[in-house]
């Protein structure tokens, strides 16, 4: 029986990549054809790797900096991004049906940012749902030592250590893509884990801060970047999310893709 262990995990051989066995993702082998479909489209095989859009953030925020009209933010983001990370309301109010990216849907559900614990979360959007939004994977967040824990994980100090368990936990659950923050050694939390791990880009930073750890998640093994703040809340937006993909498919640095940055805000001007 499972127990608790004092003994830290510490060989990740972080050295040798994961071998794949006919497929361009890792954990995805033997998944059947509609799965390996839909990560293709999240996943493109040229690189293997995602620029994901998050704009979800109104279902516990509310109307946010950046995001006070969707109609007006959101569209001239969309060419730059491969998935689109949303709830049901903001892809119908702002995205056309005709777009053509893959759609992460938001499908958890609680409290809003006036509750202190916002932990307690649950499905909001059934399986149903989410065909006819034609999602391509279903969005649920989980928190790992928090109070709604428990509940949290039956939806389907942050520390290393924190995010190499919570990240093998919800993989070992059975999700096909963990979304999580950056952290020191973070090639051991992507070694560590089963599926492919795409980083959060978490509250505004400055864009070449932002740039910066997005170039070194790749370079540690993410599959992906997800940014909202630290794109809707740029300076200038379209040529933030630009300057990301540079990162994720061209395999620029993040001080090329700073200069990449800056050079496209000037030729918009």
């Excluded at 093994?221 to 300076?235: C, K, L, P, T, W």
């Amino acid at each position: 029986m499972a127990e608790q262990d004092s003994a830290e995990a510490k060989d990740y051989s972080v050295h040798i990549p994961y071998e794949r066995q006919g497929f361009h993702l890792k954990g995805m082998d033997h998944a059947d054809w509609g799965m390996q479909n839909r990560m293709a489209r999240i996943f493109p095989p040229a690189t293997g790797r995602t620029l994901m859009l998050a704009f979800d953030h109104g279902y516990i925020m509310g109307s946010t900096a950046g995001l006070e009209r969707l109609d007006l933010a959101i569209p001239p983001l969309l060419e730059h991004a491969d998935v689109l990370m949303a709830t049901r309301g903001a892809l119908r109010a702002a995205v056309p049906p005709g777009h053509g990216k893959a759609i992460a849907l938001r499908c958890t559900a609680g409290s809003s940012v006036l509750d202190e614990d916002m932990s307690h979360e649950v499905i909001g959007v059934a399986v149903e749902d989410a065909i006819r939004m034609n999602a391509s994977c279903m969005a649920v967040q989980v928190f790992i030592g928090a109070p709604g824990e428990r509940s949290s994980i039956d939806n389907l100090v942050r520390t290393t250590r924190y995010f190499l368990l919570a990240t093998r936990m919800v993989a070992e659950l059975g999700a096909a893509i963990i979304k999580t923050y950056y952290c020191d050694s973070f090639e051991k939390v992507t070694a560590g884990c089963p599926v492919p791990v795409v980083i959060a880009g978490g509250k505004k930073l400055p864009e070449a801060e932002a740039l910066e750890m997005a170039f070194r998640a790749i370079r540690e093994g993410a599959a992906g970047v997800d940014m909202g703040r630290n794109v809707f809340q740029a300076q200038d937006p379209p040529a933030m999310i630009q300057a990301i993909r540079t990162v994720v498919h061209q395999g620029f640095s993040g001080r090329q893709a700073f200069e990449f940055y800056e050079e496209t805000r000037r030729q918009s001007k």
